[in-house]
Every structure is written in C-alpha cells, then in structure tokens.
C-alpha cells in the first residue's frame, strides 16, 4: 500500500521559511515523478513545484520561482519542498503527489499525501 505523508507546516510571519517533507512507502521503485500542489479555501488545487524521478529536472509555478526549491532523496525516500520568504498568499494546505509520468497538472495522478497546513500571517 502505498503512503505519501506531509510534514512540516505551521504557522510563520511573512519573510520567513518552512520545509516541507513528503515520506513515500510502499512505492515498488524510485522510477516516480513528484510534486508539490496546494489548495487555498475556496480555490482550486494548483502546482506548486515538480520533479522527475532522477531529482535533476525540476519545474516551478511561477508564484514559486526565486522562493521554493523543490528536492528528493531517493535513498531516504522523501521529497522536499524549502520554502523561503514566504507570503500571506503562500497560504494552504499544501499536498505532495507520486506518478510514474512526469508530472504537468494535478489531474489523474495515482497518489496523494493528506497535505499539511501552511498559514503566513502579515
């Protein structure tokens, strides 16, 4: 059975950093894209970061860019999202995903994490 499982949201000020962790078991080999998305109360989900099954090609949304740096270890079996000066907007629920494609939307993807909660306040 596979699991993807959150870490590490809370609540920061703006300008401040979080680091995301996404634990993968069960997964039958590394042979997996992963992302980041996130979804704010009353909107849709949205990409936030991916990257393929190697950790050498990754792709930002442009809200991200300059600010998240997406990452992997495959040996730990975790996917990582830094996440610095953060934004009031940065606001979400924040969810990791798993496919064996390279990942481009959230639709159709086979798995999913819960999410964790990141909250920026002014």
């Known amino acids: 059975q596979v699991q993807l499982v959150e870490s590490g949201g809370g609540s920061v000020q703006a300008g401040g950093s979080l680091r995301l962790s996404c634990a993968a078991s069960g997964l039958t080999n590394s042979y997996y894209a992963m992302g980041w998305f996130r979804q704010a109360p009353g909107q849709e989900r949205e990409l936030v970061a991916v990257?393929?099954?190697?950790?050498?090609?990754?792709n930002y949304a442009d809200s991200a860019k300059g600010r998240f740096t997406i990452s992997r270890s495959n040996a730990k079996n975790t996917l990582y999202l830094q996440m610095n000066n953060l934004k009031p907007e940065d606001t979400a629920v924040y969810y990791c995903a798993a496919d064996r494609h390279y990942i481009r939307a959230a639709d159709g993807l086979e798995y999913w994490g819960r999410g964790t909660l990141v909250t920026v306040s002014s």
């Open positions: 990257i393929d099954w190697s950790g050498t090609l990754a």
